[in-house]
């Protein structure tokens, strides 16, 4: 069993950034592949990015590629996300989730999921 709990949401404007973070609890932290997701209101999760149990394999979706970077610390068995230039439609309700293998991820498939931290960019 893993517990993800997320943190590092905000209020935040336009142009700023934010660091999420995602503690995971349990065991084998690193054999398991990490991503971030999102939902926004009246949409659908979407897969944000993912990286694989060793950290060599990242996936990013291109609506924030160049802006978003997620990283993991197996030491401390936390993922992070950098988000940098937000904009506002990066608005939404942000989900860290652990998956046997990052392909499931990209699927929207997950094993465990966080409680999820809202991140608010305004214009």
């Known amino acids: 069993q893993v517990q993800l709990v997320e943190s590092g949401g905000g209020l935040v404007q336009a142009g700023d950034s934010l660091r999420l973070s995602c503690a995971a609890s349990g065991r084998a932290f690193s054999s398991y592949a990490m991503a971030w997701f999102r939902q926004a209101p009246g949409k659908e999760r979407e897969f944000v990015a993912g990286?694989?149990?060793?950290?060599?394999?990242?996936r990013t979706v291109d609506s924030v590629k160049g802006r978003f970077t997620i990283a993991r610390d197996n030491t401390k068995n936390t993922v992070y996300l950098q988000m940098n230039s937000l904009k506002p439609e990066d608005t939404a309700v942000y989900y860290c989730a652990a998956a046997d293998s990052l392909v499931r991820l990209q699927k929207g498939q997950a094993d465990y999921r966080g409680q999820g931290t809202q991140v608010t960019v305004s214009s």
């Open positions: 990286i694989s149990g060793s950290g060599v394999l990242k």
